[in-house]
């Protein structure tokens, strides 16, 4: 089933999304405000013949969302050529599982994009690859090398964890993202950029 021009215009704007959040809305803010989109990246935007349509799939407790969708708002933002669409994707299960990552798992932000006549053009999930490999590698250290991981399994959820595992993780996490922000920033806009780059080689670039 497609996304209509009826359906992406129920979306809420940006502004309309951060409204509704009952969470974490100083972190998406903290992080927009670090975005610096490189001039080359600008000008990709701003010379694509039409605006392209992006259906964001999102919710506000989701750290990748509030990490990486502000790059793709100050892209819209900066050049007029992305017309963003915020949906929560717990009550839009029918899109979100048309765009599973890996087939398998509801991973957000998922960014999907449409040319004018809601021709789907590709999708964009959760974040870029270059930070997953890296995270991955900060996992995997401080899981066999933290005392407060010692004994659980990589698999283990949040709320299975002891309180101390819990906040070394997340102090793990929040140091990982202080070290990494500003190159996942760049690859959040490269790996879009390199996606619509294919999807309209014959006839926007």
Known sequence: MSVTRERFEQGMTYAAYKAQMTRNRDRLEDNEQAVHLRPEDTEFFANLAEPINALALVEDWC???????????????????????????DQNLDIMDQHLNRGVHRSIPTIVFFDQNFRELGHWIERPAIITEWREGMLTDLYA?????????????????????????????????????????????????????????????
């Not at 750290?63 to 994707?89: I, S, Y």
């Not at 990494?180 to 950029?193: H, K, L, S």
Request: charged share 25%; proline share 6%; with cysteine.
């Open 63 to 89: 750290g990748d969302v509030l990490n990486n969708v502000p790059v793709v708002v100050k892209a819209a933002e900066a050049t007029g050529k992305l017309n963003l669409r915020f949906f929560l994707r």
């Open 145 to 205: 090398t933290a005392p407060e991981l010692a004994g659980i399994p990589r698999t283990a959820s949040p709320a299975q964890l002891t309180d101390a595992a819990r906040t070394r993780l997340m102090q793990a996490n929040a140091e990982f993202r202080a070290q990494t922000r500003d190159r996942a920033n760049q690859e959040v806009i490269c790996e879009i950029r390199d996606l619509l780059s294919r999807a309209l080689a014959p006839t926007a670039l």
